[in-house]
């Protein structure tokens, strides 16, 4: 008779992606994740699967935590504008304050330019988050907060990519006076009408 597998899958999920965030996924074992997860490999295995399809469990986890964290903040505000701005200074915050850096970021220049699945799932979280911003600004230029002249989904793209160059940015020069001056700076640069 076999057993029956019983854990709490999302905190195992949830610990697993801490390895992953500290490690990387090439330099993570089965050891490391089992131990993490207090499970048995045969548990992992019949539940969830291999290294790769928990990875993919824990990367589609992050990513969808970064969008509905910045879909919050954004339904949390009257003003588009507010929101973006709230957004903008707190992805600063959060790359000051994050010691483990960004795992999405990480993942992309690890695994994405070889892993087909890795990529399909950074890309639609991408796409998604890209659409978040890009529909804050088109609102904000309709409600005549920011030049209207601008292409939204452009400056969305901007956006997103200011956010990556700060991550390199803070990674080099842990300089957090630097993070907060730089995201002032795109809030300055995104209202000039």
Same mark, same amino acid.
């Given at each position: 008779?076999?057993?029956?597998? =019983? &854990?709490? %899958?999302?905190?195992?999920?949830?610990?697993?992606? *801490?390895?992953?965030? =500290?490690?990387?996924?090439?330099?993570?074992?089965?050891?490391?994740?089992?131990?993490?997860?207090?499970?048995?490999?045969?548990?992992?295995?019949?539940?969830?699967?291999?290294?790769?399809?928990?990875?993919?469990?824990? #990367?589609?986890?992050?990513?969808?935590? $970064? $969008?509905? *964290?910045?879909?919050?903040?954004? *339904?949390?505000?009257?003003? /588009?504008?507010?929101?973006?701005?709230?957004? #903008? %200074?707190?992805?600063?915050?959060?790359?000051? !304050?994050?010691?483990?850096?960004?795992?999405?970021?990480?993942?992309? &220049?690890?695994?994405? /330019?070889? !892993?087909?699945?890795?990529?399909?799932?950074?890309? %639609?979280?991408? !796409?998604?988050?890209?659409?978040?911003?890009?529909?804050?600004?088109?609102?904000?230029?309709?409600?005549?907060? #920011? !030049?209207?002249?601008?292409?939204?989904?452009?400056?969305? *793209?901007?956006?997103?990519?200011?956010?990556?160059?700060?991550?390199?940015?803070?990674?080099?020069?842990?300089? /957090? +006076?630097?993070?907060?001056?730089?995201?002032? &700076?795109?809030?300055?640069? +995104?209202?000039?009408?």
């Amino acid at each position: 008779m076999s057993r029956n597998v =019983e &854990f709490d %899958r999302e905190l195992a999920v949830s610990k697993a992606k *801490e390895v992953f965030w =500290e490690k990387g996924y090439n330099c993570t074992s089965m050891q490391d994740l089992v131990q993490a997860m207090k499970i048995n490999r045969s548990s992992l295995y019949n539940t969830i699967g291999d290294k790769q399809q928990l990875f993919l469990e824990c #990367i589609e986890s992050y990513v969808k935590e $970064v $969008v509905d *964290e910045a879909t919050k903040k954004a *339904e949390d505000e009257i003003s /588009p504008l507010n929101a973006l701005t709230k957004i #903008i %200074r707190d992805k600063a915050e959060w790359v000051v !304050d994050c010691e483990k850096g960004c795992l999405g970021m990480k993942t992309i &220049f690890e695994m994405a /330019p070889n !892993d087909e699945d890795v990529r399909k799932i950074l890309m %639609r979280s991408n !796409d998604s988050y890209n659409l978040l911003i890009s529909g804050l600004v088109q609102k904000a230029m309709d409600a005549g907060e #920011i !030049d209207s002249s601008e292409d939204a989904s452009l400056m969305a *793209e901007y956006i997103m990519t200011t956010f990556t160059g700060w991550k390199q940015s803070f990674i080099l020069n842990r300089d /957090p +006076i630097k993070i907060k001056k730089m995201s002032e &700076f795109l809030i300055r640069s +995104i209202t000039h009408k």
